[in-house]
């Protein structure tokens, strides 16, 4: 089973930008759709963005504009590129992936922090 481990995340100011990577264990190339889920404290965990295997993207209506995923199946890597942060952005930030028997596997999530 593929594994994920998020880096990238940090403290940052608004209106600063910050690059999110996730590293798979295996091989992307089988799996569909990767995206990236937030939660801030108190709140419940969020879809921020998604990306399929045919490279069509979805993004919640906050971050659009703002945020851009990516996915590099040869180096089974995922990337988000955040840009214009905003304090509201300040969350952990979650990789995700569904694999060819439909479970979700998550990764251990990394830290977003956007100062006003």
Do not use: H
């Amino acid at each position: 089973q593929v594994q994920l481990v998020e880096s990238g995340g940090g403290l940052v100011q608004a209106g600063g930008s910050l690059r999110l990577s996730c590293a798979a264990s295996g091989s992307l190339s089988s799996i569909d759709v990767v995206g990236w889920y937030r939660q801030a404290p108190g709140k419940q965990r969020e879809a921020v963005t998604t990306i399929t295997s045919g490279v069509s993207t979805n993004y919640a209506d906050s971050v659009k504009g703002r945020f851009t995923i990516s996915r590099d199946n040869a180096k089974n890597m995922v990337y988000l590129q955040m840009n214009s942060l905003k304090p509201e952005d300040t969350a952990v930030y979650y990789c995700y992936a569904v694999d060819v028997y439909s479970r979700v596997i998550w990764g251990q999530g990394t830290q977003v922090t956007v100062s006003s």
